[in-house]
T-cell receptor, first 110, second 114 residues
């Protein structure tokens, strides 16, 4: 059973459009991370959020942790081809393991 | 800067054979992890180790074993490979085993069991 479900699974948009990726769970997490993965590489951390309701911005990317710490969203403004990749959320629990979501594959068309 | 090194990069393995995937890190991280990545399922945790000498089971541990004899190495063994273990395997490490620390990943091992 996957603890974290992401939606959509695939997303193809034109350069300049905005998009939102969702990460949902029925479990409460002590922290929520977002990673980005390029083909043939391992995931690389983008951000960590630890407080319910927390919002973090990283240039054109905005990350939010749900108030109940069960869900998160990633919003990209004015997407660029360089944003293409697989986006993964990961929840941390009190047992100190990271559980990853199902992933969202984003393609930004020039 | 090496970070995390996985070997082999890829492998084709006959069903029933034993296989050990190697993982070495040079960052002196306490915690290490093994994940498998399958399309539509993201990364699933197989086993983890919060510190040398200790290991724990993740989401999908069956058919896999690990050991953590020292800080740097965390090998993953498939005792008798089956086709459902065809996947891309990633090793990762973090400074501590706390849930808000960054995990650093290797390049992955692509394993095909035939």
């Amino acid at each position: 059973t996957q603890l974290l479900e992401q939606s959509p699974q695939f997303l193809s948009i034109q350069e300049g459009e905005n998009l939102t990726v969702y990460c949902n769970s029925s479990s409460v997490f002590s922290s929520l991370q977002w990673y980005r993965q390029e083909p043939g590489e391992g995931p690389v951390l983008l951000v960590t959020v630890v407080t319910g309701g927390e919002v973090k911005k990283l240039k054109r990317l905005t990350f939010q942790f749900g108030d109940a710490r069960k869900d998160s969203s990633l919003h990209i403004t004015a997407a660029q081809p360089g944003d293409t990749g697989l986006y993964l959320c990961a929840g941390g629990n009190t047992g100190n393991q990271f559980y990853f979501g199902t992933g969202t594959s984003l393609t930004v068309i020039p | 800067i090496a970070g995390i090194t996985q070997a082999p990069t890829s492998q084709i393995l006959a069903a029933g054979r034993r296989m050990t995937l190697r993982c070495t890190q040079d960052m002196r991280h306490n915690a290490m992890y093994w994940y498998r990545q399958d399309l539509g399922l993201g990364l699933r945790l197989i086993h983890y180790s919060n510190t040398a000498g200790t290991t724990g089971k993740g989401e999908v541990p069956d058919g896999y074993s690990v050991s953590r004899a020292n800080t740097d190495d965390f090998p993953l063994t498939l005792a008798s490979a089956v086709p459902s273990q065809t996947s891309v395997y990633f090793c990762a490490s973090s400074v501590t085993g706390t849930a808000n620390t960054e995990a650093f990943f290797g390049q992955g091992t692509r394993l095909t069991v035939v």
